[in-house]
């Protein structure tokens, strides 16, 4: 079955600070994409970053960067200089060749000014 | 510009009603999804669409049943709604699973009474 967890209900860093939020997934498929999104309080959903699972190289978009690990089937994101306008809720993904979206259960960031 | 509209925002039914939560997508996307968020589960997948007339059961579909008549359009339907459905329900669509861009629909609150 195709599962995402997150083990993280929630997480505080403090401002300027690098804060890590974890991801495992398990499918049995060899081909998939993995997405982590932010939800604001406003409930719209954010792409925040991106990777394709066949490429070897940690995606990364400005501050926000991935650490996949394709044999231990995980995938974390790291915030470096984290902002006020961070704080929300972070959700992990995994989409596979079949179509199918699954996401996980998500990790509310909470940033200290 | 809109992309993915979900129809109602807020719907308050009584136990037993039939509802019908709608959304439709401009982009000519052949994936459609239905989730609900619930506080500390996530998004869960209630079922998606890979193409019309086509679907298959995410991983709670018990209460639910979807309809996609037209590419562009996938209703989500509780044939009895119960307390237990009250919850925040999510529509997103996406071109194919090559993982390009997922787009959200606003959200649907629904409350049960």
């Known amino acids: 079955a195709q599962t995402v967890t997150q083990s993280q209900p929630e997480m505080s860093v403090q401002e300027a600070e690098t804060v890590t939020l974890s991801c495992t997934y398990d499918?049995?498929?060899?081909?998939?994409?993995l997405f982590w999104y932010k939800q604001p309080p406003s409930r719209q959903m954010i792409l925040v970053i991106r990777?394709?699972?066949?490429?070897?190289q940690n995606a990364t978009e400005n501050r926000f960067s991935v650490n996949f690990q394709k044999a231990a089937k995980s995938f974390s994101l790291k915030i470096s200089d984290s902002q006020l306008g961070d704080a929300a809720m972070y959700f992990c993904?995994?989409?596979?060749?079949?179509?199918?979206?699954?996401f996980g259960q998500g990790t509310e960031l909470s940033v200290k000014p | 510009d809109v992309k993915v509209t979900q129809s109602s925002r807020y719907l308050v039914k009584r136990t037993g009603e039939k509802v019908f939560l709608e959304c439709v997508q401009d982009?000519?996307?052949?994936?459609m999804f239905w989730y609900r968020q619930d506080p500390g589960l996530g998004l869960r997948l209630i079922y998606f669409?890979?193409?019309?007339?086509?679907?298959e059961k995410g991983d709670i579909p018990e209460g639910y049943s979807v309809s996609r008549e037209k590419k562009e359009r996938f209703s989500l339907i509780l044939e009895s709604a119960s307390t237990n459905q009250t919850s925040m329900y999510l529509c997103?669509?996406?071109?194919?699973?090559?993982?390009?861009?997922?787009?959200f629909g606003e959200g649907s609150w629904l409350t049960v009474v």
């Open positions: 499918t049995s498929e060899s081909d998939y994409y």
């Open positions: 982009m000519d996307h052949e994936n």
């Open positions: 997103a669509s996406t071109e194919t699973s090559t993982g390009n861009t997922i787009y």
């Open positions: 669409s890979y193409d019309v007339k086509m679907k």
């Open positions: 990777q394709e699972a066949y490429k070897q």
């Open positions: 993904a995994d989409l596979t060749r079949g179509g199918k979206l699954i």
